[in-house]
């Protein structure tokens, strides 16, 4: 009779923690390295609160923002191990993983404006790059926006010239590497996290990013100058453990991939809104005096950039360029 009650107690056990097994949510950690009051920030959380309730809590979504989990360079290979889930790196942090392709983003004027981005990524070149993601154990499945570019330094720049001997903290790209060349400026590859110590010690002289992610890492603090170039942009792939994403049940990757497609729309949305309220806030501090360049400025700094189109082409492909270029340009609205 014991035995009988031990048998049952140990059957009744295993069963309990069997059913709690089946109810222990799937997590999945989604790291990524700016502040949470941003465009990718907001989304990220965005995605967390419809992706918890379109799927009845079977998911639980664990957002890890700044830079917290992983920095630029280890987060791509988390991903690939399957120690994290998801990510949106910028399209300039995929050089280093083998897939050259994105940095085509990076060139210099290629993107005259948002719906010209628009065209690319939501079009058949826009597919054709996230297939890229494949063969290496990720899943592409959204392009998120942050904004354009602009530069900035301790002293005013203007023109080409005074781009001379700087030295610019630069993302993990090829491309942006030739653009500060090009310039005569000397570019130094550094996690985003950072780049406000570095500007601050003077490791280096200049950055290049968003109002949004100059302000919130209080860049603008350090910079006395910013310069309105709006001459790139930083946009974002999102992307998942292949594997990862393959192996979860069909209906539960059916409402995750719903709650991405609205949190995509809710990113994108905010996108241009966050940007141009970082730069207010970063005009009203004072602390960095903002500076307007001129349209002869501007041709003289298109037309210095120039060549760095046929220095990367081997690279990122001459065709991939030519094919981004006929979507883009000319494009107004
Ligand atoms: C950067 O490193 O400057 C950006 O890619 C950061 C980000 O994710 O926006």
């Known amino acids: ?57 079977k998911v639980k979504i664990e957002v890890y923002a700044n830079s917290s989990l ?5 987060e791509l290979e988390a991903l690939q191990l399957g120690a994290v889930q998801m990510l949106a790196p910028s399209n300039s942090k995929f050089g280093p993983i083998g ?15 948002k719906p010209a981005l628009r065209k690319v990524t939501d079009g058949p070149i826009g597919d ?6 494949d063969a290496k154990g990720m899943t592409g499945l959204a392009y998120w926006d942050n904004g354009f570019k602009q530069m900035s330094a301790n002293k005013p720049l203007n023109v080409p010239d005074d781009y001379k001997g700087l030295k610019f903290r630069i993302q993990s790209s090829k491309v942006l590497e030739a653009q500060f060349r090009t310039l005569g400026a ?31 890492q209080k860049m603008h603090e350090v910079q006395k100058f910013t310069t309105l170039t709006n001459h790139g942009y930083i946009g974002y792939v999102v992307v998942v453990n292949k594997k990862f994403w393959d192996d979860l049940p069909a209906d539960i990757r059916g ?18 809104t966050e940007n141009a309220e970082a730069l207010d806030d970063m005009k009203k501090s004072g602390k960095t005096q903002i500076i307007i360049p001129t349209a002869a400025q501007t041709a003289a700094m298109r037309k210095a950039m120039e060549p760095v189109y046929a220095d990367v082409s081997a690279r990122v492909g001459k065709k991939l360029i030519d094919e981004v270029l006929k979507e883009t340009q000319g494009v107004t609205h």
């Open 186 to 216: 000397i570019p130094q590859v550094m996690a985003f996290s950072e780049v406000y110590q570095a500007l601050q010690t003077g490791v280096v002289d200049g950055q290049e990013n968003t109002p949004s992610n100059m302000y919130t």
């Open 1 to 57: 009779m014991k035995r009988l009650i031990v048998a049952l107690a140990a059957a009744g056990l295993i069963a309990a923690v069997g059913s709690a097994q089946a109810q222990a949510p799937i997590v999945l950690k989604f790291s990524h390295v700016v502040a949470p009051n941003t465009p990718k920030g907001k989304g990220a959380e965005k995605f967390k609160e419809l992706g918890e309730k379109y799927t009845n809590g």
């Open 128 to 133: 054709r790059l996230l297939k890229l993601l």
């Open 99 to 113: 897939i050259k392709e994105f940095e085509v983003f990076d060139l210099p004027y290629i993107l005259p404006n």
């Open 255 to 272: 409402q995750l991939t719903k709650a991405m497609k609205e949190a995509t729309a809710y990113s994108n949305g905010i996108s241009e």
């Open 70 to 74: 992983y920095k630029d360079k280890e």
